[in-house]
């Protein structure tokens, strides 16, 4: 079992930045791909970004991508979300999520077995 704790989200301005971070602990992190997810109110949780095991492949949401920077440092057992130019509508909690690595990438919230508790984002116009 993997243990997942994100850290990093609050209050911003339209155009601003945030970095989000996920500590991992329990199980060797880089048998794991990790995913970051976001949950609006009143809306369904929804993909934003995945890794791989060693870092060398990502992927993104069309919605952020340009913006958005996921990244990984298996030596602190950390994953990372670097958000820029953030935009009222990426006002969510963002939650980290792994999936073994023996698995396909996968942008689906259920296909992940491990989630962080999540972290708040608000970014204001």
């Known amino acids: 079992q993997v243990q997942l704790v994100e850290s990093g989200g609050g209050l911003v301005q339209a155009g601003g930045s945030l970095r989000l971070s996920c500590a991992a602990s329990g199980r060797t992190f880089s048998n794991y791909r990790m995913g970051w997810f976001r949950q609006a109110p009143g809306k369904e949780r929804e993909f934003v970004a995945t890794?791989?095991?060693?870092?060398?492949?990502?992927d993104y949401a069309d919605s952020v991508k340009g913006r958005f920077t996921i990244s990984r440092d298996n030596a602190k057992n950390t994953a990372y979300l670097q958000m820029d130019n953030l935009k009222p509508e990426d006002t969510a909690v963002y939650s980290c999520?792994?999936?073994?690595?023996?698995?396909?990438?996968?942008?689906?919230?259920?296909?992940?077995?491990?989630w962080g508790q999540g972290t708040q984002v608000t970014v204001s116009s």
């Open positions: 890794i791989s095991w060693s870092g060398a492949f990502t």
């Open positions: 999520a792994a999936r073994p690595s023996f698995l396909s990438k996968s942008y689906v919230p259920s296909e992940y077995a491990h």
